[in-house]
């Protein structure tokens, strides 16, 4: 079946830097998407959606873009702080399954 | 609100020992759930989900099984536990229509 999978495994990133995560999805009726975060340890945490009637959505200090035309969503963090070192993992919420994530790491 | 609980946080079992990790979810009627394995390094595997009360679907053929005996009751078991069986086992919940799942704390299980 279709999946949802992740351009690079790991992203390394100075402290205050912009990050960006990217995701390429394969289905092209999707029409909601799901970032999530997973800590060491835990389980993954929502941080952010988008439908697919949009192509820009904003958070507090992060933003999902959405392409339809490539399949393709990114997720954008402002000023990375040691705090979001973590994986994070796009969803296409028809899909039960998810890629194997970006580990995000921040470096001081 | 809803909660989601999963338990234990950890647990190191013996090749061949029995396995039994209960999810409850409150708040919430006739979620739909599901069981995720994650190896390290690695994504979410699904394993499991069920959309009601005694229906299971299975997505990978393995040593476990699954079971829903109550509406937010969901139990992942197995028999006879394999080394490959270790991993970080993680149920969610969803609710029919939003497709967004939040997940559980997780129970990393270590098989000896």
């Known amino acids: 079946g279709e999946s949802v999978g992740l351009h690079l495994p790991t992203l390394s990133v100075q402290e205050g830097d912009n990050s960006i995560i990217n995701c390429a999805y394969s289905?092209?009726?999707?029409?909601?998407f799901i970032w999530y975060k997973q800590e060491s340890g835990k389980g993954p945490q929502f941080i952010i959606d988008?439908?697919?009637?949009?192509d820009k959505r904003q958070g507090q200090r992060v933003t999902v873009l959405l392409n339809k035309t490539v399949k393709h969503l990114s997720l954008q963090i402002a000023a990375t702080q040691p705090g979001d070192s973590a994986v994070y993992f796009c969803a296409e919420t028809n899909d039960m399954r998810f890629g194997a994530g970006t580990r995000l790491t921040v470096k001081p | 609100s809803q909660t989601i609980h999963q338990w234990p946080a950890t647990l190191v079992q013996p090749v061949g020992s029995p396995l039994s990790l209960e999810c409850t979810v409150e708040g919430t009627s006739n979620p739909n759930l599901y069981w995720y394995r994650q190896a390290a390094g690695r994504g979410l595997q699904l394993l499991f989900y069920?959309?009601?009360?005694?229906?299971i679907s299975s997505e990978v053929p393995q040593n476990l099984s699954a079971s829903r005996p109550q509406d937010r009751q969901f139990i992942l078991s197995s028999k006879k536990l394999l080394l490959s069986d270790s991993g970080f086992y993680l149920c969610?919940?969803?609710?029919?229509?939003?497709?967004?799942?939040?997940f559980g704390s997780g129970t990393r299980l270590t098989v000896v």
């Open positions: 988008i439908r697919s009637n949009m």
């Open positions: 289905n092209s009726a999707s029409d909601y």
């Open positions: 969610a919940w969803s609710v029919l229509g939003t497709g967004g799942r939040t």
């Open positions: 069920s959309v009601g009360i005694g229906q």
